[in-house]
């Protein structure tokens, strides 16, 4: 071997040549520079959720008072007088407003007087939370000796899993928005799913490679990139004033996110009909099946894993999707549960986003714990996705 093919020579560090030491040097460098990238995106995943959390985490607590409830006939009729005069400012509104409803469904507690932990005001709740600001310099002395006398303490605030949107922050809560969330979704599905399989097995398996079939395709492509906001002007146009769906309503949301989804479940689908190995469909045609028989009972079954996993990565994009949603009204003040499909609903990114303009404090806990739960719902729907493919995934 001459001396040129030796400094030329894979891993050679004794005389190489400058060229191939300036390559090490540049691949050295390139793999830094990943690592670099690595580590940015890894430490602002790092610092995102440590300020999410960090905000959030106290949302998911409440302060409640400990104070004594009159039942009388006469304090039900003008609830604020059935909380003592000096504890007035540390009792919410909301919980006043609800004294002849729990009146009435328990009747045993008309005319006695009761020792109970009620739900506090959002001030006072957020002074114990660190905003010292938020209450008046009487106010927050009286506070600090109820809590030295054991008559404040922290609760898990159900509130926020068991009522909908309220004008009163320590009322709001994301059930209204869960809810349309799961209306919405359940629209998606049921109209992507199954428009998005059929189109793309006819176009793998049965339509003619033509210009007209590949302008098609192009434009499935094309959709699949087109801004999310776009879609929610189409679903305005046709579905609330060319069909007369009500705005507002999860039916409305739920097929203008169809739309947005359909792309995403053609493509991932079509990809998933081409992993079939060609032998498979070549042995059922052997056998004398005919073309749909050879995609119903042998290709759909072996790509049903990755269908299955292209629409379950589609509905969590939809899942997070606001922009389609505010054109067709879904960021309406939504404060009850919707109960059918036609119904006026929210979700929860609008919920988030309506939370986030608000001008009270209390509320920007609140949107960070929405956020978090979002987020887990999200995180849910991708692991399953990685689970369904795993579990089912066939390699030939």
Not at 138 to 167: C, I, M, P
Not at 184 to 200: D, E
């Amino acid at each position: 071997m001459n001396e040129q093919a030796i400094d030329s020579a894979p891993g050679a560090s004794f005389g190489a040549s400058p060229r191939l030491r300036q390559r090490y040097r540049r691949e050295r460098r390139f793999h830094a520079y990943c690592i670099g990238a690595l580590g940015l995106a890894v430490a602002f995943l790092i610092v995102f959720f440590a300020d999410m959390i960090h905000i959030g985490y106290s949302a998911f607590v409440q302060t409640e008072v400990k104070v004594p409830v009159d039942y009388s006939e006469q304090a039900l009729q003008v609830p604020p007088r059935a909380v003592p005069d000096d504890m007035r400012p540390f009792v919410s509104r909301g919980f006043l407003r609800q004294l002849p409803r729990v009146a009435k469904a328990n009747p045993e507690l008309v005319g006695t007087k009761q020792e109970q932990w009620v739900l506090a005001t959002a001030d006072v709740d957020q002074y114990r939370k660190g905003q010292k600001s938020a209450l008046e310099e009487d106010v927050a002395a009286r506070a600090d000796r109820l809590q030295e006398q054991g008559r404040l303490r922290y609760a898990f605030n159900t509130w926020l899993f068991t009522h909908g949107d309220s004008k009163i922050p320590e009322l709001a809560g994301l059930k209204s928005a869960i809810i349309g969330s799961l209306y919405v979704l359940t629209i998606t599905l049921a109209f992507a799913f199954p428009v998005g399989v059929m189109t793309a097995v006819y176009l793998e398996e049965f339509a003619p490679d033509n210009r007209f079939t590949q302008a098609i395709e192009i434009n499935i492509n094309n959709l699949a990139a087109v801004p999310s906001i776009l879609f929610g002007l189409l679903g305005l146009a046709i579905f609330i004033n060319f069909f007369g769906v009500p705005r507002s309503s999860a039916i409305a949301g739920g097929l203008t996110l169809g739309l947005m989804t359909l792309p995403v479940i053609i493509i991932s689908t079509r990809a998933a009909l081409r992993a079939v190995p060609y032998a498979i469909r070549e042995g059922a045609l052997a056998m004398g099946a005919t073309r749909w028989q050879t995609v119903r009972d042998h290709v759909l079954p072996v790509s049903l894993p990755g269908i299955l996993t292209g629409t379950i990565i589609g509905l969590a994009q939809a899942m997070g999707e606001t922009a389609p949603l505010l054109l067709v009204g879904m960021i309406a003040y939504i404060p009850d549960a919707p109960t059918s499909f036609v119904d006026a609903a929210t979700v929860l990114p609008a919920q988030i986003y309506t939370w986030a303009g608000m001008p009270e404090r209390a509320y920007v806990g609140r949107t960070a714990a929405a956020i978090l739960v979002l987020l887990a719902i999200l995180i849910a729907l991708n692991a399953t996705a990685v689970f369904v493919r795993r579990k089912f995934e066939r390699r030939w």
